[in-house]
Structures are given as structure tokens and as C-alpha cells.
């Protein structure tokens, strides 16, 4: 059972960077496809980028397009989200989710593996 642990969040200035990680344990993350979503308080998952398993098409929400980049190193096991320009209401608790199958949706339902998710608070 591949198991899925986010890191890199935390309290960020408007206009400043992060880089989120998603390392797995108990399995490769290779075979799966990947994706980025988030949760602020009070509404709904929300889904933001995706990656295929070898990293060759990425997708990525209109909502932050041009802000925000998914990549993976399956060598290490781990993908990851660069989160530049960030603004408040990026604020929010960011999961990573892993799929078997490929599918051209994404919504949370669509993903098999989740993780425990990592805070990222932006100050105004």
C-alpha cells in the first residue's frame, strides 16, 4: 500500500515561493499517476495540477496557471509543486493523490492514494 507524506508548506509573504514535496513510502510512485490538490476552510477540494507517470504531460488548473508547476523524480520517489507568486487565497491545505489508472478527470474521486496534506498560509 503506497503511502503518500506532503512537505515544504508554511506562513509565506504575498508574492513569495514555495516548493511543495510528496514522498512515497511502501511502494513506487512510477506506476501511478499524480496529482496536486487543496482545501480551504470551508469549501470544497479543489483540484490543481496533475502529472503522468513519467512526468511528459502535466495539467494544471486555470485558477493558477502560470503560478504553479508539477513535476516528479521518480528516481526519488517524490513530486513536487513550485508555488511562485503566491497569493492569500492560496491559503489552504494542500494534499497530494496518487492514481493507478489513467483517466482524464480530476476529480478527488478519481485518485486511490492521499496524503495527510501540508498547510500553506499566505500573509497579506
Known amino acids: 500500500q503506497v503511502q503518500l507524506v506532503e512537505s515544504g508548506g508554511g506562513l509565506v509573504q504575498a508574492g513569495g515561493s514555495l516548493r511543495l514535496s510528496c514522498a512515497a513510502s511502501?511502494?513506487?510512485?512510477?506506476?501511478?499517476?499524480m496529482g496536486w490538490f487543496r482545501q480551504a476552510p470551508g469549501k470544497e477540494r479543489e483540484f490543481v495540477a496533475a502529472?503522468?507517470?513519467?512526468?511528459?504531460?502535466?495539467v494544471v488548473a486555470d485558477s493558477v496557471k502560470g503560478r504553479f508547476t508539477i513535476s516528479r523524480d521518480n528516481a526519488k520517489n517524490t513530486v513536487y509543486l513550485q508555488i511562485n507568486s503566491l497569493k492569500p487565497e492560496d491559503t489552504a491545505l494542500y494534499y497530494c493523490?496518487?492514481?493507478?489508472?489513467?483517466?482524464?478527470?480530476?476529480?478527488?474521486?478519481?485518485?486511490?492514494?492521499w496524503g495527510q496534506g501540508t498547510q500553506v498560509t499566505v500573509s497579506s
Open positions: 502529472i503522468n507517470w513519467s512526468g511528459s504531460t502535466t
Open positions: 511502501g511502494g513506487t510512485l512510477s506506476a501511478l499517476g
Open positions: 493523490a496518487g492514481r493507478r489508472y489513467l483517466s482524464g478527470n480530476y476529480a478527488p474521486k478519481d485518485y486511490q492514494y
